[in-house]
């Protein structure tokens, strides 16, 4: 069962544009992440954010968890056709162990 | 360093075939991973593995799949019979084993087409 609702489910932007993707999730976590999908390089693991912090950056990578609203967001800045890709949010829960929970995933498609 | 290795990459077979899944993960992970991905949709875990021991198999179909991680390194995902609704990418992934962060590193994949 997936956890995690991703909103959009599609986004189309032009490079240099920022793109926000967000996830809503269920239950209590120790950790959500992110991770990004294409069809060249598979599935690669991007942020982890922990349930005790509120933002993370990482290069042009900025996350936010607001475990009150069981909700996060990612924003890529000044994106790049490189970008182009579907992108996962997943949780960690803090009774599963390390199981991780998948959403359905935002597909970005960045056009030059 | 090599990431996890996932043989074959496509695989095409009629139903009520039986099927299986290589998977080497990264040196020294011990934690390992089976996961279902169907199309549109995020990975679903099916099995995870603690060196030798299967440790969450509950998402895992057992009536017709099954798996194992002999010697804490290698895992095979087997399917048998196969079932037109197995199409799926089959995921392998591995973690250190670390206890409350879990940074999984994911391989490329096999593709599954039940026909």
Known sequence: SQQGEEDPQALSIQEGENATMNCSYKTSINNLQWYRQNSGRGLVHLILIRSNEREKHSGRLRVTLDTSKKSSSLLITASRAADTASYFCATQESTSGSRL???????????? | E???????RYK???????VAFWCNPISGHNTLYWYLQNLGQGPELLI?????????DSQLPKD??????????DSTLKIQPAELGDSAVYLCA??????G???QYFGPGTRLLVL
Request: cysteine-free; aromatic content about 6%; proline content about 6%.
């Open chain 2, 94 to 99: 591995s973690s250190l084993g670390q206890r």
């Open chain 2, 48 to 56: 995870r593995y603690e060196n030798e021991e299967a440790v969450d």
């Open chain 1, 101 to 112: 929970t998948f959403g359905e995933g935002t597909q970005l498609t960045v056009n030059p």
């Open chain 2, 101 to 103: 962060e879990e940074t």
């Open chain 2, 12 to 18: 095409i077979i009629e139903k009520k075939q039986p």
């Open chain 2, 2 to 8: 090599a990431g996890v290795v996932q043989s074959p």
């Open chain 2, 64 to 73: 017709r799949f099954s798996a194992e991680r002999l010697k804490g390194v």
